[in-house]
């Protein structure tokens, strides 16, 4: 499985984002789905993942304002992102895993990785 994410940007606090990930793979709906961020100076920190089923769950500092989904037919996961604010700023990337286990947060539970794309929150 090859990721390819997209949608970066700059905007101002309290703007909303669409972050697109595209994939390779016929098996793409199998997959369980990730989104993860790294600041500067700071480890990769998950922020929302989707199983093959579609059920999501998020990090707490995120809840209510992004959304992840997928679009099987397409190959294509999202993250909506909305309230944004400086705390976001980071390089966001797209995971994926072959595992269908509920809940992984772990960078090391994911087997594939897209490039990233930065998201800058000015204030």
């Known amino acids: 499985v090859q990721l390819q994410a997209s949608g970066g940007g700059l905007v101002q606090a309290g703007d909303s984002l669409r972050l697109s990930c595209a994939a390779s793979g016929r098996t793409f709906r199998t997959y369980s789905l990730a989104w993860f961020r790294q600041a500067p100076g700071k480890h990769r920190e998950f922020v929302g993942g989707?199983?093959?089923?579609?059920?999501?769950y998020y990090t707490e500092s995120v809840k209510d304002r992004f959304t992840i989904s997928r679009d099987n037919a397409k190959n294509t996961v999202y993250l909506q992102m909305s309230s944004l604010n400086s705390e976001d700023t980071a390089v966001y990337y797209c995971?994926?895993?072959?595992?269908?286990?509920?809940?992984?947060?772990?960078?090391?539970?994911?087997?594939?990785w897209g490039q990233g794309t930065q998201v800058t929150v000015s204030s």
């Open positions: 995971a994926a895993s072959a595992s269908t286990r509920w809940g992984m947060v772990s960078p090391d539970d994911y087997d594939y």
């Open positions: 989707i199983s093959w089923s579609g059920g999501t």
